[in-house]
Every structure is written in structure tokens, then in C-alpha cells.
């Protein structure tokens, strides 16, 4: 009974794709770009941690031990998209960097023209799901820098702070490519999901 024990608690290398790697793809999946970055996240997290499994002294599952390593390799991934080249967005800002929208004290004012449109809400789950997989449709057409920094902030909830830092970029740049990944999105789910009647 004891030896059955202490098995179920080795760690298992074998099983890891075939008990975590649909997960594992998924979690990936919707923090990147494309099914290929994804994939190779997997890969290198499988691989990462068979080079460190003799360190994995089993203070938590191997479950959440490779989602640890992941999120490690997930943050190395937005560090290296974020040092790709500032795309410029059309219609997002113009050359003096004047965007759709200017903020005075802590109101935000659009303007007039440029206003979001009204929204209706999602209601069935179908609907919800779709939505979902429209705006993941939407964030992989954002340039990789922007989709890293958008990912890290609202995917992964990372403060604006620790994304300057780990991505080494200046709080003004930061502000400046939120604002134009939002007036993408924005734009490409009235194209795409809200105008669809």
C-alpha cells in the first residue's frame, strides 16, 4: 500500500502531453497570436521541465508545475514580441500622435465622429463563445508588440508597471500602445461581430 503511494506521487514525464497538453495548448492558445506560437510553447514547457525535473521536489502537482514553467515561457514570449518594431496602426493616431480620444483630469471625452457605437450584449452562451472567438481572432491580427502588452495586461492581469518592467518599456510607450490596441479591437469587432445582423 505504501510503495502504491509514493508512485502515484512520482513525477510521470510520459503522461504530461497526454494528461495536461490539451490544456496546456489552450491556455497558450489564448494568449498568442497563432496556433504555431502555441504549440511551441508547449513544446519548449514539455521540454524545459524534463531538464529540471530533478529539481521539481513536488510541493505542488505536476499540473501546476508546468503551468508555472508556461507562464514562464509565456512572458519570455511577450518580451521578445515586444521588442519588435512599433507597427503604426492606421487611422489609430496620426504622426504627432494625436489619437480618436484626449483625456482632461479623469474624464475621457471622444470626438464627435468617433464615439463607439452602441453595442448589444452577447446573451446565449453560443453567442458568448463566439464572441470570444472573434475577439481572440481580432487580438491576433494586433502587431506583436501591441498583442504582448495587450495579453499581459488583460489576459494575464499584470499591472501596467510590472509590464514596463519585464518588457522594458516606458510607461509613455505603454499607454500609447494600449490605446491603439483598443481602438483596433474596437474596430475590428464592429467590422467583424457587431455589425452583422
Not at 489552450?26 to 496556433?35: D, E, L
Not at 502587431?143 to 502588452?149: D, F, L, M, T
Not at 508597471?161 to 505603454?174: M, S, V
Request: aromatic share 10%.
Amino acid at each position: 500500500m505504501l510503495s502504491a503511494t509514493t508512485s502515484a506521487t512520482q513525477p510521470e514525464p510520459h503522461l504530461w502531453l497526454s494528461r495536461y497538453g490539451n490544456e496546456l495548448f489552450r491556455f497558450a492558445r489564448h494568449r498568442v497570436a497563432t496556433v504555431a506560437a502555441a504549440e511551441e510553447l508547449v513544446q519548449e514547457t514539455i521540454v524545459s521541465a524534463l531538464g529540471t525535473l530533478a529539481s521539481f521536489r513536488q510541493e505542488s502537482s505536476e499540473r501546476t508545475w508546468l503551468f508555472v514553467i508556461l507562464r514562464r515561457k509565456l512572458i519570455d514570449y511577450y518580451r521578445q514580441q515586444a521588442r519588435s518594431p512599433l507597427v503604426p496602426l492606421p487611422g489609430a493616431a496620426d504622426e504627432a500622435g494625436n489619437g480618436t480620444y484626449f483625456e482632461t483630469d479623469a474624464r475621457t471625452h471622444w470626438r464627435k465622429g468617433e464615439e463607439p457605437r452602441e453595442w448589444a450584449a452577447a446573451d446565449t452562451q453560443l453567442e458568448q463563445r463566439e464572441l470570444a472567438e472573434q475577439l481572440l481572432r481580432c487580438q491576433d491580427q494586433l502587431p506583436a508588440q501591441h498583442q504582448a502588452v495587450f495579453s499581459l495586461r488583460f489576459v494575464e492581469e499584470v499591472s501596467g508597471e510590472q509590464i514596463c518592467q519585464q518588457l522594458g518599456i516606458t510607461p509613455a510607450n505603454y499607454w500609447v500602445i494600449i490605446h491603439r490596441a483598443k481602438l483596433q479591437l474596437r474596430k475590428c469587432l464592429e467590422k467583424h461581430w457587431f455589425s452583422v445582423s
